[in-house]
């Protein structure tokens, strides 16, 4: 089991920069995949961002793609969203998820797939 705890997120600017967070409990945190995705106010929760348990396969959602990088350091059992050239439509609370796995490039971009969730970050992007 994992619990993740989100940070780095806050009021900017459209155009600037935000990297979030998110920090796993246990020692077994290499053996997740993880992803990132966010909800808006009065929107379903979609999907940002996945990265593969070794961290060698990344996948995003076109609305993000070029923008966002998704990175993890397994030694800190955190993984990382930099978020650059933002948006007013980035705006969200964000959420980091994990789902163990035992195949080293599953990547995953669907909700119901992953079973551990943090309590989000809000990221809100000014024009």
């Known amino acids: 089991q994992v619990q993740l705890v989100e940070s780095g997120g806050g009021l900017v600017q459209a155009g600037g920069s935000l990297r979030l967070s998110c920090a796993a409990s246990?020692?077994?945190?290499?053996?997740?995949?993880m992803g990132w995705f966010r909800q808006a106010p009065g929107k379903e929760r979609e999907f940002v961002a996945t990265i593969s348990r070794s961290g060698s396969r990344t996948y995003y959602a076109d609305s993000v793609k070029g923008r966002f990088t998704i990175s993890r350091d397994n030694a800190k059992r955190t993984v990382y969203l930099q978020m650059n050239s933002l948006k007013p439509e980035d705006t969200a609370v964000y959420y980091c998820?994990?789902?163990?796995?035992?195949?080293?490039?599953?990547?995953?971009?669907?909700?119901?797939?992953?079973?551990?969730w943090g309590q989000g970050t809000q990221v809100t992007v000014s024009s």
């Open positions: 998820a994990a789902q163990f796995t035992i195949n080293t490039l599953l990547v995953l971009t669907t909700i119901n797939t992953y079973d551990y």
């Open positions: 246990g020692r077994t945190f290499s053996s997740y995949a």
